[in-house]
């Protein structure tokens, strides 16, 4: 959403084109941002990764408020079906009650049905080291598939959502 006019205006162009339209965002824009989309907005992919505000800021450098009240706010407008999806980060957020408390969340927010639980992977290692940058999750790995079955069963025993692994 760093770029709403533009994003409005492709949107906008798609639909009288026919096209269905879909934006994967964090939500981290101002509200007014955000809104000016939504006209044109057939589906909104948005991660959550964590609902703890001080582990969120922690790991990723920024609080969860405002992504969270626009979470709410895209599923009150009710004309785009919002998606919510998790990226499963070992030692940040692949614990049952962590994402038992985002499957909480996404199964209060109007209109929300799905939920997907990525798994962490290593594919954006390559560019940081053509950066120059320091990768910071060096060793981390991926979650195996039996974890993710795990994380996938806790969230299907809380709440009627359709949980998927990947999407």
């Keep these: 959403m760093c770029q709403a006019d533009f994003s409005r205006d492709l949107l906008r162009a798609a639909k009288e084109r026919g096209i269905n339209t879909a934006v994967e965002s964090m939500a981290c824009a101002p509200w007014e941002k955000i809104e000016q989309v939504l006209p044109y ?13 001080e582990k ?16 709410r706010k895209v599923a009150l407008y009710g004309k785009t079906r ?8 070992p030692t940040f957020n692949d614990s049952v ?16 049905n ?11 290692q390559d560019k940081y080291e053509g950066l ?14 039996e ?3 795990t994380l996938k069963r806790a969230a299907e025993s809380i709440t009627s959502l359709h949980v998927q692994i990947g999407g």
């Design 41 to 53: 907005l057939d589906v909104y992919l948005m991660d959550i990764k964590h609902m703890n505000q």
């Design 56 to 71: 969120h800021k922690e790991f990723t450098g920024r609080a969860n408020g405002l992504m969270l009240e626009n979470a």
């Design 114 to 124: 799905k939920i997907h639980l990525l798994p962490y992977h290593r594919l954006g």
């Design 132 to 145: 120059g940058r320091a990768y910071l999750m060096e060793g981390i790995l991926p979650p195996d598939g």
């Design 82 to 89: 919002l998606v919510i999806r998790v990226p499963v980060i």
């Design 97 to 112: 009650e962590e994402i038992q408390a985002i499957a909480r969340f996404a199964a209060s927010l109007p209109g929300v």
């Design 147 to 149: 974890k993710m079955k």
